[in-house]
């Protein structure tokens, strides 16, 4: 009977996250965040959400970095500037991507290597209109800089982006 109980509990965990996940006023799609290089500190975590009601993403957490902060890349003159936002806002019914060149998630202080492949897990904490908090978790995977079209080998010459400006 032991046996039975303890391949049972992955199906059980898998139930409950599927039936809070039906639950959740913001749906969550395509997430990805991008593998990192040797000794990169800091990467980027991307994905697709629609709220059924106006809400805000206000917090993201993630045990693989120290800080997680929601950013936005805009133009400011001629200069492309990334600054931390509070908080998003979600329009009911609209998709909101966060998208490499725009809002993005920004994981600093990464606690190892984030390598193509890895799943990341991510806590997205939304608020409501009536300012309640709802936590969704998901796992997004890690992909090579560029997403998924180029292939592992041309990693190598990644050095070569750093210099030109």
Known sequence: MKSMHKLSLPLLASLLLCAAAAQAQVEVSQPWVRATVAQQKATGAFFQLKAKTDSRLVEVRSPVAEVVE????????????????????????????????????????????????????????????????????????????????????????????????
């Open 70 to 165: 929601v950013h936005e890349m805009a133009m400011e003159g001629t200069t492309m500037k990334m600054r931390a936002v509070p908080a998003l806002d979600l329009p009911a019914g609209k998709t909101v991507e966060l998208k490499p060149g725009s809002y993005h998630v920004m994981l600093i202080g990464l606690k190892a290597p984030v390598n193509a492949g890895d799943s990341v897990p991510l806590s997205l904490v939304f608020e409501g209109a009536d300012k309640k908090r709802e936590t969704v978790e998901i796992k997004a995977e890690a992909r090579q800089l560029g997403g998924m079209a180029k292939p592992a080998a041309k990693a190598e010459g990644a050095d070569e982006h750093k210099h030109h400006h």
